[in-house]
């Protein structure tokens, strides 16, 4: 067990700045999500945590060890699951689990009573002697796990591990991940591009922008609270909506966001509620089940064609015709302000 | 622009005439030739008569008789499997070397091939001058480094002569071989590395049990090349040697040119080329059977 201490940490490939000066403390026992686009430097600094890659510069501490420089990924306790989950095609599933054992010559006896062990936590005891290529995505997800699980590794550092499987697989994975980390209660740092899985595995969520750390914050606090306008349109499907209102209440150059599924029609809401009330100019309904997507735009923004989105629930059954500019409202309390030129949250 | 139907259009005439060189090379210069061998090896043909009287197993009980021709069947045995071991080793270290990034990369790739680019013959003859009695660079060196006493008659001693010949094939299979291995290396995904590496694997273990068991497949087909070449291979042993010193170090191909062309006696020249061919289908089945077993995961 142990958390990890990261200080000024970059990486240069050639003129790119993988990853620009991130400080990053990581609790022990946390499930910890780097959360960014291709290209944002979070697979780049999870390799170098696991010592795949080596820093430019900066500082890495496992459980207090500084282990940037020399120490080796073997002597860092920890266990990587890649993307590919990289099994051994020519070792059988036994086989593969037990490749960390062996490397650090545990008897067989004990090799075995190990094995048994972890595939026994994620239910594939009668796959251990099959091949890799016969097994389905799930199947090798989970060998992966497993591999990395023998180890008892003091961390856990996972590489987009459920990108590969289909949707339908991907929702009880994230679960049974989930469910894993907190019974064995080891610190894990999870890289995903997917803001759905971020925000329902990660006791933090790490936003990610061209090798620079947005914000760093639980799920609730990135969602409700961005400190950017980066994050604010990173997180959150479909986006928060960011509008120059031209308010004279504002200072000059204030873009106001709010999320989709707060801007209702104007009738739904109590007679006590502070509302900012606004003309959505209605152009397409889009039924999506659960939901309504409405689309159009606002007719107090400065810029009138910008697209503006509203997400109702199905329990509002209230008809909207297209093509017809209604009165929508979002309560001023959840309403957040931004400077239009840096993109940082500004006060109310 | 020709409205009627062109040789291009017609595709069943145009795969037919495209095939044909291909097909008529086959033909002349391996199959009838092939045959010939056959043929000839069951006759008593002789060069300089057109006579061909029918022999029937003669040929082979007298060559199976004959202590010349089981040395130089040893002979190609010890010769190929020699080299090739020599070959496996040199060209997955290589291939390793090859893989890393360093200056001058290009310049000795472009060294490494050269073997092959030479002409057998011409190679052959460089060699002779290495391994020569009086000359040999490599008794030079050794004995300017003090690790030699005495001098190495490399071509006139049947135990040293043999091992000069297993270099000479060795050093020409090796470029090829290595690269063979190299794309099989870049075609390991790099994250099943990365992943034996976080494993804990040091760079043996990854070696023996990564990556020489995915690169099975490809090395075993680097060696049947290898095995073909060397064994049917006339040109080293008959420059380097010639079959010397006191027909010690003859190899099929260059004891059936001595029996068949040279000696004039066809028939037993045929058998005794002819001999390799179950030899080299034997070890083609194997190795192919093997290569498909050691296919990823297959079974």
Redo the contacts between chains.
């Keep these: 067990m142990a958390g990890i201490e990261i200080r000024s940490l970059r990486k240069q490939f050639g003129d790119l700045h993988a990853v620009d000066g991130v400080d990053l403390s990581i609790r022990d026992g946390e499930f910890l999500v780097l959360l960014g686009s291709s290209g944002s430097g979070k697979t780049t600094l999870l390799r170098m945590i696991?010592?795949?890659e080596r820093p430019t510069a900066g500082e890495i501490h496992i459980g207090g060890e500084r282990v940037d420089g020399d120490v080796?990924?073997?002597a860092r306790g920890?266990?990587?699951v890649?993307?590919?989950y990289?099994?051994?095609?020519?070792r059988t599933v036994f086989k593969n689990i037990a490749?960390?054992l062996?490397?650090?010559r545990t008897p067989r006896k004990q090799i075995e009573e190990k094995v048994r062990w972890a595939a026994d936590m994620f239910s594939i005891t009668r796959y251990l002697d099959r091949?890799?290529?016969?097994l389905s995505g799930g199947e090798r997800q989970r060998v992966a796990l497993c591999?990395a699980l023998v180890?008892d590794p003091k961390v856990f550092l996972l590489d987009e591990p459920l990108a590969n499987l289909d949707a339908k697989l991907r929702n009880t994975a994230r679960d049974d991940l989930k469910r894993f980390q907190r019974r064995i209660q080891t610190t894990t740092v999870y890289v995903t591009h997917d803001q759905v899985e971020a925000m329902g595995l990660g006791d933090r969520i790490v936003v990610m922008e061209h090798g620079k750390v947005r914000q760093v914050g639980t799920p609730q606090e990135v969602y409700e609270d961005p400190v950017d306008t980066f994050v604010a349109t990173f997180v959150g499907q479909p986006p928060m909506n960011l509008l120059d209102l031209r308010d004279a209440s504002l200072p000059a150059g204030t873009l106001v966001g709010f999320r989709p599924e707060h801007l209702l029609p104007r009738s739904v809401f109590g007679p006590g509620e502070d509302l900012r009330t606004l003309r959505f100019s209605v152009r397409r309904v889009e039924y999506l089940g659960s939901d309504r997507y409405v689309y159009g735009s606002v007719l107090e923004s400065a810029a009138p064609d910008a697209t503006v989105i509203a997400k109702l629930p199905a329990n509002i059954a209230l008809a909207i015709p297209e093509g017809e500019t209604h009165e929508f409202a979002v309560p001023r309390r959840l309403l957040r302000y931004f400077d239009a030129a840096t993109g940082l949250r500004r006060p109310p | 622009m020709t409205p009627r139907r062109t040789l291009a259009d017609r595709e069943e005439v145009l795969g037919g005439v495209m095939l044909a060189p291909a097909l008529a090379y086959v033909i002349l210069l391996v199959g009838v030739p092939f045959v010939l061998a056959i043929v000839l090896s069951f006759s008593d043909a002789t060069a300089g008569s057109l006579r061909f009287g029918w022999a029937g197993l003669r040929n082979y009980a007298a060559i199976l008789a004959d202590p010349i021709f089981l040395r130089a069947l040893r002979n190609t045995a010890v010769v190929t499997i020699g080299s090739q071991v020599l070959v496996v080793v040199l060209a997955t270290a290589a291939a390793q070397v090859f893989r890393t990034t360093f200056r001058g990369k290009r310049f000795a790739r472009f060294v490494l091939l050269l073997p092959w680019a030479v002409p057998v013959s011409l190679a052959a003859i460089a060699w002779t001058w290495i391994f020569d009695s009086t000359f040999s660079v490599i008794n030079w060196t050794l004995k300017a480094a003090g690790l030699l006493h005495g001098w190495l008659y490399w071509l006139g001693e049947p135990g040293l002569a043999l091992l000069a010949i297993i270099i000479v094939q060795a050093w020409r299979i090796f470029p090829f071989a290595t690269v063979i291995v190299l794309a099989g290396l870049s075609s390991i995904?790099q994250?099943?590395v990365?992943?034996?590496?976080?494993?804990?694997?040091?760079f043996w273990?990854r070696l023996f049990?990564?990556e020489l068991?995915?690169l099975l497949p490809v090395v075993t087909v680097a060696v049947l090349f290898g095995v073909v070449y060397t064994a049917t291979d006339l040109g080293v042993v008959y420059i380097l040697t010639g079959g010397g010193p006191a027909n010690t170090t003859h190899v099929l191909p260059t004891l059936a040119f001595q029996r068949g062309i040279l000696g004039a006696d066809l028939g037993q020249g045929a058998a005794i080329a002819v001999f390799l061919l179950p030899f080299l289908i034997v070890v083609a089945i194997a190795m192919l059977r093997l290569a498909r077993r050691?296919e990823?995961?297959?079974?």
């Design positions: 696991a010592g795949l080796p990924p073997r920890i266990a990587m890649f993307q590919s990289a099994l051994y095609p020519h490749f960390p062996e490397a650090v091949y890799p290529r016969q591999r180890r | 995904p994250e099943i990365e992943a034996a590496i976080v494993d804990g694997a040091g273990r049990q990564v068991p995915l050691a990823v995961g297959a079974r």
